[in-house]
């Protein structure tokens, strides 16, 4: 509903002070519980038991008793009740449960043998004091029971045989509106903000209609709420009724003002008061309903003129309020239930694509029922492993970028929710159509599920401007919280927000993040297992590579060794097919000795034997052209470099490099004489640096397979080579955290690009 609505540029008033805010905040706070007056239609007497001593009393005693406070206080209730009635009560008093005995009968003697009938209320405050609350009695007979029932009956009656979809909160004040003769009774229903709107209301005819009105969260502030929480009924009988003093102010034996919070005749806060005056109010009768431990809202009567309900009559609203409220609640958590089920289906779908693809994302996104069903968004971002999927209508790929980098500050608890995005995160008025609600989760430091809802534009009828709910003036001394004087409509637009993510679909969400994070956890051990795999292979490529280098050497020596004395000693007698023959034999060597020698320098890059050390780029370079001189020399080739600069690499390697890349450009050069250009770039957190040639070129679609080893794009008549230098420069630049690749087309000459972490050495 309209759970989550923003009120723009709402201040509470615009010109207060800070010194005056924190004023408001203790009135709102004030605690009118400890309020020392009561109404003046019934009286209030504090006991202490057992003995029922009187410690304070209302100061109208004298009208009902005749004796006055300051006396009453140092009887016992003995003094007032006749000794019959006094047995009663102590013995039900000692029954324990007082709600069985409220309300009792009681007379009092007034005037020669006249006699009073009063409605006796007791309770025990929180500090353990006896409150007795004596209220005129309507009705003599002691039999509140059947009152009560008689009037809850036949309600309940009436609410069986009433339409099976009823509007059951229109029932409540229909009922309740019949029983008392209440001007208007109302159904308040309080949004997540405590704001109160009217759903139902039942009312005189004459009177302007207040249903569909929202009403501020200050118009029942803190305090009173938390009353409303612990005593379910509140009755004022008559706005003007002048309140009684409690004698002695402190209770004797406490020292301290008495606990009025779940007594009836506890005065109404003045502020109360004039809210009602304002309203055009003489008397209330509130009836608070309770879900969940939390104020779901409030029956509230309202009648003109001063207007009193007995004790049974307020009972039986509040028995049949309860009665119908529960259904109502019933009926909530069976729409809340049945949509829990469908999301609960939904991730059923979900998790069992997850579960029979390799993808999933995929399974995320690609299907009928997909991660907006989910939370019902109509958009969302996967950002996984540094990649983003956008599914649904989302905000341009860049500013969720900007989006999730602000999560990854912003994202402290499971899950992160807000219904009016562009108000804590202002870049988001830019695409507020699309998210101005925003639902996301981690599933990892790294990795996010982010859903949008765009912008609902509302209009919030409010029973009075809400900026203007209550003002401060200044009396005597203090600030005094005043409510506000106009309930004349006052239509808000809200902007900026989006509907509320609703309980079930943040669980939802939940619930998905926790099968991602088994996911990415599958993933971390697979990526575990193969690293470790990749270890052992590497570990075998270097016994290999040592088994090559030195078993495998010798045996091979012995081959060349013995071909040579068969060429040299049997000269003569070897025919010509036989030369070739040997000369084949012996390519066949030395092509074996380059192969062993590559590997064997293929297995020795090692990223935990690199020696990182800050090296001059230009002399890497320089020794590996020097090394190249037979071969520049012979083709004629021109190399030449951009200034270089330090980096911190293992300088052997890098000479490597060097070595296999313009190597490279020279081999595969051209009808024209080779020129290589090295040059380089400083870019963010890295240097690139790149290698051109003016040779033969690649096709593009065998980029990436040259840097595989041993593969080769052409026969070693026509280039001589194993097709292990590429492979050798990747693993180089990886070691030393870096990328290579190239960029070229046949005929149009080769670009070689490798980049070079500026903090290298710090990220091994
Ligand atoms: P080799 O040079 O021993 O063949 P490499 O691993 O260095 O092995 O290169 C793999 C293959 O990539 C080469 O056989 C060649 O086909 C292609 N290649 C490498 N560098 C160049 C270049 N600068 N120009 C054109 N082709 C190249």
Not at 13 to 23: A, E, G, Q
Not at 340 to 364: C, G, H, P, R, W
């Amino acid at each position: 509903m309209d759970s989550d609505l923003k009120f723009h540029n709402m201040k509470i008033t615009s010109n207060i002070t800070s010194n005056m805010t924190s004023n408001i905040i203790s009135l709102k706070e004030a605690a009118i519980h400890l309020s020392s007056k009561i109404q003046s239609y019934g009286i209030l007497l504090v006991l202490q038991e057992p003995n029922l001593q009187i410690l304070q009393a209302s100061e109208n005693t004298w009208d009902v008793f005749g004796i006055t406070a300051e006396d009453i206080i140092k009887c016992d209730l003995e003094a007032i009740f006749d000794p019959y009635q006094m047995e009663k009560i102590k013995f039900w008093l000692s029954e324990g449960n007082l709600d069985l005995i409220n309300p009792t009968k009681v007379w009092v003697k007034q005037n020669g043998d006249d006699y009073v009938v009063f409605d006796a209320v007791f309770h025990r405050n929180k500090e353990g004091f006896l409150i007795l609350e004596l209220e005129p009695a309507l009705s003599q007979d002691n039999i509140p029971f059947l009152t009560f029932y008689n009037l809850a009956s036949a309600a309940i009656h009436r609410l069986q045989n009433s339409r099976k979809n009823a509007n059951l909160s229109q029932v409540i004040v229909e009922e309740v509106r019949k029983i008392t003769g209440f001007d208007r009774v109302m159904l308040y229903k309080f949004d997540e903000n405590n704001h109160g709107c009217v759903i139902a209301e039942e009312k005189r005819e004459d009177l302007e209609s207040y249903l569909g009105l929202k009403y501020p969260e200050s118009d029942i502030p803190l305090p009173a709420r938390k009353l409303f929480l612990e005593n379910s009924i509140r009755v004022i009988p008559d706005r003007n009724n002048q309140a009684i003093n409690i004698f002695p102010k402190l209770n004797p034996v406490s020292g301290k003002a008495i606990n009025l919070t779940n007594s009836i005749l506890r005065s109404p806060a003045p502020c109360h008061i004039e809210y009602l005056q304002n309203m055009g109010v003489g008397a209330s009768l509130t009836i608070s309903l309770i879900k969940d431990k939390k104020l779901w809202g409030l029956i509230a009567c309202h009648h003109e003129k001063a207007k009193y309900v007995s004790y049974e009559m307020r009972k039986a609203c509040e028995f049949l309020g309860r009665i119908i409220f529960a259904e109502i609640s019933a009926k909530e958590e069976i729409e809340d239930y049945d949509y829990q089920v469908k999301l609960k289906n939904i991730q059923t779908t979900l998790v069992e694509y997850i579960a029979t693809e390799t993808n999933f994302i995929d399974s995320l996104t690609q299907h009928q029922s997909n991660l907006l069903d989910l939370t019902n968004a109509q958009g969302a971002a996967i950002y996984f492993n540094g990649q983003f999927t956008l599914i649904g209508q989302t905000p341009p790929e860049e500013e969720v970028i900007f989006l999730v980098e602000w999560l990854q500050n912003n994202l402290q608890d499971e899950t992160f929710s807000t219904n009016c995005l562009p108000d804590i995160y202002p870049d988001a008025i830019g695409f507020k159509n699309v998210a101005s609600g925003l639902l996301a989760i981690a599933i990892s430091q790294r990795n996010y599920v982010l859903w949008f809802r765009p912008e609902v534009v509302q209009t919030v009828n409010w029973g009075g401007n809400p900026q203007e709910a209550f003002s401060l003036e200044r009396s005597e001394r203090n600030f005094r919280l005043c409510p506000r004087k106009s309930f004349t409509l006052w239509k808000q637009t809200v902007q900026l927000t989006s509907l509320p993510w609703q309980n079930a679909e943040i669980k939802s969400a939940l619930e998905l993040k926790k099968v991602l994070v088994n996911i990415v956890l599958k993933q971390a051990d697979e990526l575990a297992e193969l690293a470790e795999k990749l270890t052992r292979s590497n570990v075998e490529l270097k016994k290999f590579a040592y088994v090559a280098s030195h078993d495998l050497q010798e045996p091979l020596n012995q081959v060349a060794n013995y071909l040579q004395l068969l060429e040299m000693d049997y000269q003569s007698q070897l025919d010509e097919d036989a030369k070739e023959f040997i000369g084949y034999a012996v390519e066949g060597v030395n092509l074996m000795q380059t192969l062993i020698d590559d590997i064997l320098a293929y297995s020795k890059v090692d990223k935990l034997a690199i020696a990182f050390q800050l090296t001059d780029v230009e002399i890497a370079l320089e020794k590996a052209v020097n090394n190249l001189q037979p071969r520049i020399k012979e083709t004629k080739a021109i190399i030449t470099h951009d200034p270089l600069p330090k980096v911190m690499a293992d300088s052997i390697q890098l000479m490597q490099l060097f070595q296999n890349l313009i190597g490279n450009g020279i081999k595969f050069h051209s009808e024209k004489p080779p020129e290589i250009h090295i040059s380089v770039e400083r870019l963010a957190d890295e240097w690139l640096f790149s290698v051109q040639d003016n040779g033969i070129g690649i096709d593009s679609k065998f980029s990436d397979r040259i840097f595989v080893i041993f593969q080769r794009l052409h026969t070693r008549n026509e280039y001589p080579g194993t097709g292990m230098g590429l492979a050798i420069c990747k693993k180089i630049v990886e070691s030393h955290h870096g990328k290579v690749w190239v960029e070229s087309q046949l005929n149009q000459g080769s670009t070689f690009y490798f980049t070079i972490p500026i903090h290298c050495s710090s990220r091994i």
